[in-house]
């Protein structure tokens, strides 16, 4: 792991951290955020290793924050996006750290970021800026198969959400739809809780503490918020059922060993949120994004379903089963990216073609799901 701080002088402009190198490159979001930690960093470079070893996808995991305020008028978040770009452009130019919309930025803030420092930029790249809603798609299909694994309908689940943001107010609907009961959500401000299930056109004003959420008697708990929400301080007094995360990284790995200990059914964060990384793929394939969630839900949802059983056969945890076959996965491609055979210098050939706009997005399009589903087996 490498952490990279980037400075304009004598301020600290915000970190890079790469956890792993494909062809010499890493990929992962790029956060504006007020405060960043250096464990957090870390943490979220790991997932993104995890994640693209998990989906067979040829890229190094990395994350990057910049220290600001998410919520400053356009131009003030314009301006710091631009000096993080002018002092981390050796990462940048040569593609060592290649970012994506993160909290608190855009892909369409990513890419003019990246035009700024004259980046070269294909027609193809950071376009959409759906990420929160495809992760979105794959916590609701995860939460699905995870309930039917342990024989229980998702309909009438009782369910909180913390963070009703771009992934959670998106989460909040789908499961709705799948006949869930939204009883709980929190924003920055605070907390609502409704035990006959709210609704989500008009909520309430925040009357609690948000961290009070993650201890409320409900069916399935979504972290869709912050690094290690539960921790050794509230693990005890947390009561969900069964835990599926929106966000990088929420529980800490001594509250995963307490929550798993008690019987409390908990899929690994890179597994259940990995529909930003597969929707974006599938998005730069030329897929239409309507088209895109139920891919995703079908995706994340027969990996879900043979992970469980897996890990029920093999007697070991889903968090260790998963842990091992994204490494495993990952060192495969990463392997074969950087000593390619014939087939392999055509298909890098072919993308570059593509990602350059002179291959048709129609025929990509078709082409992407199966592809991806033979990288992920």
Same mark, same amino acid.
């Given at each position: 792991m490498q952490i990279h701080t980037i400075r304009a002088g004598s301020e600290v402009l915000g970190f890079i951290a790469i956890d792993s190198t494909v062809a010499g490159r890493a990929r992962g979001g790029l956060r504006l955020v007020p405060d960043l930690g250096e464990a957090e960093l870390r943490a979220a470079a790991r997932s993104m290793t995890l994640k693209y070893g998990l989906l067979g996808l040829p890229q190094g995991g990395a994350k990057a924050g910049?220290?600001?305020? +998410?919520?400053?008028? +356009?131009?003030?978040?314009?301006?710091?996006?631009?000096?993080?770009?002018?002092?981390?452009?050796?990462?940048?130019?040569?593609?060592?750290?290649?970012?994506?919309?993160?909290?608190?930025?855009?892909?369409?803030?990513?890419?003019?970021?990246?035009?700024?420092?004259?980046?070269?930029?294909?027609?193809?790249e950071w376009r959409g800026n759906l990420s929160g809603e495809y992760t979105a798609w794959s916590v609701m299909a995860s939460a699905e198969a995870m309930f039917a694994h342990i024989g229980r309908p998702l309909r009438g689940a009782r369910v909180a959400i913390e963070g009703f943001g771009k992934v959670g107010s998106v989460l909040a609907r789908l499961l709705q739809r799948r006949g869930a009961v939204i009883v709980a959500v929190s924003?920055?401000?605070?907390?609502?809780?409704?035990?006959?299930?709210?609704?989500?056109?008009?909520?309430?004003p925040a009357l609690m503490e948000r961290?009070?959420?993650?201890?409320?008697?409900?069916?399935?708990?979504?972290?869709?918020?912050?690094f290690e929400s539960l921790h050794a301080g509230?693990?005890?007094?947390?009561?969900?059922?069964?835990?599926?995360?929106?966000?990088?990284?929420?529980?800490?790995p001594d509250a995963l060993a307490v929550l798993e200990a008690r019987g409390v059914h908990c899929l690994p964060d890179f597994v259940s949120n990995c529909g930003g990384v597969l929707g974006g793929t599938l998005e730069f394939a030329g897929m239409r994004p309507e088209a895109i969630g139920p891919t995703i839900e079908r995706l994340s949802g027969d990996l879900v379903r043979s992970l469980l059983?897996?890990?029920?056969?093999?007697?070991?945890?889903?968090?260790?089963?998963?842990?091992?076959?994204?490494?495993?996965?990952?060192e495969r491609?990463?392997?074969?990216?950087?000593?390619?055979?014939?087939?392999?210098?055509?298909?890098?050939?072919?993308?570059?073609?593509?990602?350059?706009?002179?291959?048709?997005?129609?025929?990509?399009?078709?082409?992407?799901?199966?592809?991806?589903?033979?990288?992920?087996?």
């Open positions: 910049i220290l600001g305020d +998410p919520e400053a008028p +356009p131009g003030e978040r314009r301006q710091r996006l631009h000096a993080f770009a002018r002092t981390a452009a050796p990462f940048l130019k040569g593609r060592r750290y290649i970012p994506d919309a993160d909290i608190g930025t855009t892909a369409t803030e990513v890419r003019d970021m990246m035009q700024s420092i004259g980046a070269r930029v294909g027609p193809r924003t920055s401000h605070g907390a609502v809780y409704e035990p006959d299930g709210l609704d989500l056109d008009r909520l309430p961290s009070r959420l993650l201890e409320l008697p409900v069916d399935l708990l979504c972290p869709c918020a912050r509230n693990v005890e007094r947390v009561q969900a059922q069964a835990i599926c995360a929106g966000a990088n990284n929420p529980v800490s059983a897996r890990a029920r056969a093999e007697g070991v945890s889903p968090t260790v089963l998963a842990e091992r076959d994204a490494l495993a996965r990952h491609v990463r392997h074969a990216a950087e000593h390619p055979g014939l087939v392999g210098r055509l298909a890098s050939l072919g993308l570059e073609v593509y990602r350059r706009g002179w291959f048709p997005a129609r025929v990509m399009a078709r082409l992407a799901p199966a592809a991806i589903r033979r990288r992920m087996s």
